[in-house]
């Protein structure tokens, strides 16, 4: 897989970047692929080795991998879901129902909700400087955007958010599969988490919704 992830890079860095350097936010699926490449650099180890006994083991986050969450053929695992004239439609596990493994730093980690929610508990106590992972500092400073006047910090969008007591993140992603949503609110000490496998126009605003309905009890509203 570090071959394939090399031989990205090569490609990739040839071209010239969508922004100057150290401008301004743009995001982009190749930066995380790179970065996954620079710590293989580092450690001789690969991505997803790394990833397993920083993250995955540590945090005990039950369901966690790479790739597809079934078997070629065969229904042991949740399968991805594309709409066809309006109508879900299962997606046989394969090339097609996830992205190319070598770009799993960008996104092609899956995991169960418990274990997400083990993933998200730790950021919670990260920032109250109990994490296991990291430093209180390196908590704050992945959670910080690096450019002024903007809310991306690495990942989390940074949002003023009055339900939050202050500050929410929040971060979506997908592999134009599934798709999976978090708001973190660090200051009332919670978070909500959805995910649903299909992916469409219309899939964030109702993740989003849902996501609205599981806040209230916790808000007395």
């Not at 982009?28 to 490449?37: E, F, I, K, Q, R």
């Not at 949740?78 to 066809?84: F, S, V, Y």
Request: charged share 20%.
């Amino acid at each position: 897989m570090h071959a394939r992830r090399e031989a990205y890079a090569r490609i990739a860095l040839h071209e010239a970047p969508a922004k100057p350097p150290g401008t301004i936010f743009f995001y982009s699926n190749t930066g995380y692929v790179l970065a996954g490449l620079m710590a293989e650099r580092a450690t001789g180890r690969p991505w997803e080795e790394l990833v397993r006994d920083t993250l995955f083991l540590p945090l005990a986050m039950k369901g966690a991998g790479f790739g597809i969450t079934a078997s070629p053929g065969q229904v042991d695992g949740l399968w991805a879901h594309e709409e066809k004239a309006g109508v879900p439609v299962p997606v046989e596990p394969g090339l097609n129902s996830d992205n190319p493994i070598f770009m799993s730093p960008a996104g092609n980690v899956h995991v169960s909700m418990e274990g997400w929610a083990q993933f998200i508990a730790d950021m919670l106590r990260g920032f109250e400087g109990t994490g296991r992972v990291l430093s209180k500092a390196s908590y704050q400073h992945l959670h910080t955007p690096p450019f002024e006047g903007t809310t991306y910090a690495y990942g989390w969008e940074t949002l003023d958010r009055g339900w939050a007591g202050g500050t929410a993140y929040s971060h979506a992603g997908s592999n134009t599969l599934n798709y999976a949503v978090a708001w973190v609110a660090p200051k009332r000490r919670f978070a909500v988490l959805v995910a649903t496998n299909i992916r469409t126009d219309t899939t964030p605003r109702a993740c989003d919704d849902v996501a609205s309905v599981l806040l209230k009890p916790y808000l007395g509203q």
